[in-house]
């Protein structure tokens, strides 16, 4: 049986190298795609040396429109499984004063991932199969004054990755929606959080991979914001404009 | 946040970063005024103590893996533990690992490390082919016994001062069996340990343990461990501590009167004879107990570790045991070694004679001891091993390594603004 081939792209993010170590420990065929070829090096090396599987680097500006448009042009694989795992916190703040802040946060987690979501939807769509999981966060669950545009690109593209679902439900290809919660990573290091509502990347990338096997259509992680989310969504507005977290 | 090496003593309010790639720490590194690179912080003083610290974890990539020349390349953030059982499914392994598995490769080549057959295959950093050090300015810079040899001597033994290992290529030695064949023999005194120790200086494997109470009767009575690798085709299995001290023991727990009566005990459950035991189990006894460190109580303790040129090992041996016995004090996990030759690297710390590593509570009077003990350490050409020390001053150690000049000069040309030092490098004065 040939292996199973996994695409990452966003593969230096903290909860992507974990998933990259879940996913070449089951012998997958990796294919990562960053920003910074060096940090690709360091880490395929390391799977390549440890787990002996095969391990393709790429490179991909997201921010670009015409690295993107290369990439797509270059990566002639059809893999069993592609994660999305990019995202951008960005400055908030700076967002309200600042439209190429904005922009960036927007882009980063929602307009620019289109074109690699379109190409990959279409080429799954003919050949029937595979999977696309996107991380898209909790926090596009409801708008809140701390992180609105960051939470509200992601709403988009959580409302993407369902409306994909639905259209690749008859093709066989399944589209995995993850929500993770507060996770200390580099994204977040600065912010302060109780620790009982902090999961880390370990234990979400395994959550994923589970949700993978399993085809679920939604992972949240870490679990106790399956209940935080319940209770954000269904908090009355009038309470929730007086809530200062 | 509040952090300590492995004695619990020191401890200071730290700022610890943490950056997950090598680009990362390299824009740290040239922005800051002052750090120390950390690993697994079981160096048991304040070596790898400073306002700000910068974690190798991270780097924890095998970069390059060559089974026929026994070979690797890997980045200083691995631990021992990751590295061993990666290896053991090769059939080979470290060539010299300290009492417990989780260091770092990047903290076992700062601290030049020694093990149980240091008076055979010397130092881990005898082993070393290579490494990559990010030195001040943020540049990567290639180091070997021919490439900038002055910076590979400084930065082997050199506590993190020169800058951050990024990566190191050394030598791997062949794992025969995950069985150890434990020879245990007791020396009825300090003379007859001696002894035992250049009786059995061929086997690959030896260590001893010492009664560090003494009375007419008794004088330095220990038990030697000799260690020799079996033909036995065992698994080689790393175990997780399977106990935790989840709190502080009182400070007084470990007194005068119970450490005397675990030595007692120690020495009644040690009868001479030969056993098998575990690989994990014969070089690692103490990784069992997750945060055996506790157990010296909130004050922490400090490992008293020196070594003595053999030629005066009777003497200043019999000198130590005395003063300690003097000042009223004891200690439990007293390890004597017989080592081997010293090398070239300026700070290591090894050199052939006995090394002795004692652990003692925190305490204005065993402060004193050790104060007491140094003068009698240098006096007789001995020197004390930076990698336990929290306490010894400027003086003793200026008297104690002989190449610190060279190596402070060397240092300055790689790090003209003093970014890399350490609470000990402060307080040892290692600086132009």
Not at chain 1, 22 to 39: M, P, Q, W, Y
Not at chain 1, 94 to 118: F, H
Not at chain 1, 205 to 234: Q, T
Not at chain 2, 55 to 81: P, Q, R, V, W, Y
Request: charged share 20%; proline share 3%; aromatic share 10%.
């Amino acid at each position: 049986m040939t292996p199973k081939r996994c695409l990452i792209i966003g593969a230096t993010s903290d909860i992507a190298k974990e998933l990259i170590y879940i996913f070449a420990k089951n012998g997958f065929i990796l294919d990562l795609v960053a920003r910074r070829l060096d940090e690709l090096d360091r880490i395929s090396k390391d799977l390549k040396i440890r787990f002996g599987i095969d391990v393709f680097n790429f490179h991909l500006n997201i921010e670009d429109y015409q690295s993107i448009d290369a990439f797509i042009k270059t990566y002639n694989y059809i893999p069993n499984v592609v994660i999305f795992a990019i995202g951008y916190l960005g400055i908030q703040k700076k967002a309200e004063q600042n439209w190429e802040e904005a922009k960036k946060i927007i882009d980063i987690n929602y307009t620019n991932q289109i074109p690699l979501l379109n190409h990959f939807a279409n080429i799954m769509e003919q050949t029937k199969r595979g999977t696309i999981i996107g991380i898209s966060s909790i926090a596009g669950e409801r708008g809140r004054k701390a992180n609105y545009f960051y939470g509200s690109a992601k709403a988009a593209l959580t409302q993407h990755l369902s409306g994909l679902r639905q259209r690749l439900h008859s093709a066989g290809v399944n589209v995995i929606t993850v929500k993770p919660g507060f996770i200390r990573t580099k994204m977040t290091k600065n912010l302060s959080v109780p620790t009982i509502m902090e999961g880390t990347p370990q234990k979400v990338a395994l959550s994923i991979y589970n949700g993978y096997k399993k085809n679920k259509s939604n992972v949240i992680a870490p679990p106790i914001y399956k209940f935080v989310n319940l209770i954000i969504k269904l908090l009355p507005e009038k309470i929730f404009q007086k809530i200062k977290f | 946040m509040l952090i300590s090496g492995w004695g619990r003593y020191p401890k200071i309010s730290s700022n610890i970063q943490e950056h997950w790639s090598i680009n990362q720490v390299q824009s740290y590194i040239k922005q800051s005024d002052e750090i120390i690179p950390f690993g697994l912080l079981r160096s048991y003083g304040d070596s790898a103590l400073n306002s700000t610290m910068l974690s190798a974890l991270s780097l924890n990539k095998i970069l390059d893996f060559s089974f026929e020349h026994k070979t690797i390349t890997c980045e200083s953030g691995i631990s021992f533990k990751e590295l061993i059982n990666f290896l053991t499914k090769f059939g080979l392994n470290v060539p010299v690992t300290p009492g417990t598995k989780f260091v770092t490769v990047g903290g076992a080549i700062a601290s030049d490390i020694h093990g149980k057959n240091h008076h055979i295959h010397g130092t881990f950093g005898s082993f070393v082919e290579s490494l990559r050090l990010m030195i001040a300015d943020g540049s990567i810079i290639n180091c070997s016994k021919t490439e900038n040899t002055d910076l590979f001597y400084a930065t082997i033994g050199g506590m993190g001062l020169t800058g951050l290992i990024i990566d190191a290529t050394f030598k791997l030695v062949e794992l025969k069996s995950a069985i150890i064949e434990q020879t245990s023999i007791q020396a009825k005194d300090l003379k007859h340990l001696l002894e035992l120790f250049e009786q059995n200086k061929e086997s690959t494997y030896t260590v001893s343990w010492l009664d560090t109470n003494i009375t007419s009767r008794k004088f330095g009575r220990g038990v030697l461990f000799v260690g020799k690798e079996t033909d036995e085709k065992r698994e080689l299995v790393l175990n997780d501590p399977k106990i935790n001290l989840p709190c502080n023991f009182p400070s007084n727990t470990l007194n005068k009167s119970t450490i005397t009566l675990l030595n007692n005990l120690y020495y009644f459950f040690n009868k001479s004879g030969v056993k098998q035991v575990s690989f994990d189990k014969f070089f690692y006894p103490l990784d069992v107990i997750n945060n055996w460190n506790r157990g010296y109580g909130r004050s922490g303790f400090i490992q008293y570790q020196f070594v003595i040129p053999k030629e005066n090992s009777y003497k200043v041996l019999s000198k130590v045991l005395n003063i300690i016995a003097d000042y009223r004090q004891s200690s439990f996990l007293t390890v004597l070694k017989l080592m081997g030759k010293a090398n070239d690297y300026l700070l290591s710390f090894p050199l052939e004679g006995f090394t002795l590593a004692m652990d003692i509570p925190v305490s204005s009077k065993s402060l004193d001891l050790a104060n007491k003990l140094d003068e009698v350490i240098i006096e007789y050409g001995g020197r004390l091993y930076l990698t336990k020390d929290a306490r010894m001053t400027k003086e003793v150690f200026i008297k104690s390594y002989s190449n610190i000049e060279k190596f402070i000069e060397i240092k300055a040309k790689f790090d003209p603004n003093n970014k890399f030092q350490s609470l000990q490098s402060k307080r040892l004065g290692i600086r132009l």
